[in-house]
């Protein structure tokens, strides 16, 4: 590697002290926003005894890490391994990801969107009647539960069209849950350690894989067996692609494509929708401006995708629900070969803790960050382009991205054209660390049918 004159004056990053690691381990997020707040947009390097990875926060930085110079920048370690064990190769250097990442941009397409939009908007429609059902006579429900099942339902209709019997797909969604909320919390907190040695959750997380694959690999070889060249479904399309040279992707390498679309296009979605209550319940202008616009543009429905665009305040508050709890609170990557971001050094085969949830509480560029205020996203207002990483940036943005902005205006709007929810837990609902951020206790509401 040439030295270039910036590099040769480039400074150690300043480093955190040693005091943080009981509190993260015993408070994790609490004490990472901590540090945060030290780091106050600087690149600091966080002392975690074996493990001393780099903070970087602040959009300049992060556009640099994820656009400028993204190859120096691998997808690998602390939360790409244990989600490996889940989604299979997660590095953009793997074959089977790059064969998987090409269908996935077919699928995500403008006018394979509109295909499926009736079958979602359908699908949607059903999920809710299910959810009233389950919340009739002023029943509490679990709002985690019902999301969950109501974006499965969603997005697995998408994606695999009736491969997938209804009866199965709230099976398929508890396992899900189940694999991304045992163990990512130890194995992330400690990336040292190898699998060999048991963590705890991991015996859960095993388990729930089975299940998973006990579900999606008959799928997957029943769909080869009948080889139907032209089924745009989410199977047929990985198991037709082709790589560079001609390559195939096995029955492995096609089941852990499906599994990695599900958690990009059901995890963020599903917490999203559970932690809006909080906001909703903390912020009555907010909820009586959003309910206005449903009113006014869905009515008594049926909705359609031709809504999505007529709801601007509802993709506003979806938006600042994103920035507030930062549902992908930690996207790792390690360094490849040495190099200097804002005049500090960073070292080859360390890791770099990309983190949304820092960024959006940036003071500097979000002005009181903890106030949920949807006028932040108003088309008029400006800001630079890697604040706002609820999805990444860059060209490795999360491919859960398209669907969240179909899916959770549409559910939402559904929704709340028949009901006013109402939160019956006590606020504010705090967040639980896993892969994503989920909440740390149930979360109940119940249902108001809207008078008509």
Partial sequence: MTVDVDARLARKARTLPLRHLPNLVREPLETFEEMGREANGEIVRVNLGPFRPYLVTHPDHLQYVLRDNVDNYRREGMMWKP????????????????????????????????????????????????LGANAAGGRRVDAYEEMTRIVYRTI???????????????????????????????????????????????????????????????????????????????????????????????????RDGIVGLFVAATDTTVSVLTFLWDALDAYPEVRAKLYDEVDRVVGTGPISLDHVQRLPYTKMV????????????????????????????????????????????????????????????????????????????????????????????????????????TLETSRPIQPRVDITLKPREQVEITLQPVPR
């Fill in 83 to 130: 989600l490996g064990r889940l989604v299979g190769a997660t590095s953009d250097t793997s074959p089977s990801w790059n064969i998987r990442r090409r269908v996935y941009q077919d699928l995500l397409s403008a006018p394979s969107t509109a295909l499926r939009a009736d079958e979602m908007t359908a699908t949607i429609a059903e999920a809710v009647d299910d």
């Fill in 156 to 254: 697995i209709r998408v994606l695999l069209g009736d491969r997938i019997p209804l009866s199965r797909i709230d099976g398929l969604g508890r396992a899900m849950v189940a694999a991304t909320t045992s163990s990512f919390r130890a194995r992330m907190l400690m990336p040292f350690v190898p699998f060999a040695v048991s963590l705890p959750g991991d015996r859960t997380f095993l388990r729930s894989v089975e299940a998973v694959d006990d579900l999606v690999f008959p799928i997957v070889r029943e769909v080869r067996a009948r080889e139907d060249d032209g089924a745009r479904d989410a199977v047929s399309m990985l198991i037709r692609a082709r790589g560079e040279n001609g390559e195939t992707l096995d029955d492995q390498a096609v």
């Fill in 318 to 421: 979806l938006q600042e629900a994103l920035r507030l709890y930062s549902v992908a609170w930690i996207t790792p990557r390690v360094v490849r070969e040495d190099d200097v971001i804002g005049g500090v050094r960073l070292k080859a085969g360390s890791t770099i803790a990309v983190s949304p949830f820092l960024t959006h509480r940036l003071p500097e560029v979000w002005p009181e960050p903890h106030v949920f205020d949807p006028e932040r996203f108003a088309p008029d207002r400006s800001r630079h382009r890697f604040a706002f990483m609820a999805f990444g940036g860059g060209p490795h943005q999360c491919a859960g991205r398209v669907f969240f902005y179909i899916e959770a205006p549409l559910i939402l709007a559904t929704l709340l054209s028949r009901f006013r929810p």
